[in-house]
């Protein structure tokens, strides 16, 4: 009968390398995820830029909050017909 170190050792090993393996690929998820956002954050800017042409004094990427903050819109997703 396997001791109890025989089977907690090779589990906790295979755990630890899970997790550096999900360590070493995030930083790639990271910058494929930041240039989808920046593509969608443009087509959003054009959007806004044809919709509120007509708006006199009007900065397209403009916040409208006063906060001075920028943060990530929370969905994931730059979908203009949800705004």
């Known amino acids: 009968m396997d001791t109890w170190i025989e089977v907690v050792v ?4 295979l755990k630890e390398e899970k ?8 930083p790639l998820l990271q910058a494929e995820e930041d240039e989808r956002f920046v593509k969608e954050w443009k087509k959003y800017l054009e959007y806004e830029a044809e919709v509120m042409k007509d708006v006199p004094g009007w900065k ?3 916040s409208v909050y006063n906060s001075g903050r920028w943060m990530p819109p929370a969905t994931g997703e730059l979908r203009p017909d949800v705004w």
């Not at 090779?10 to 090993?13: Q, S």
């Open 60 to 62: 397209v990427g403009e």
């Open 19 to 26: 997790y550096a393996a999900r360590r070493a690929i995030l």
């Open 10 to 13: 090779p589990c906790r090993a």
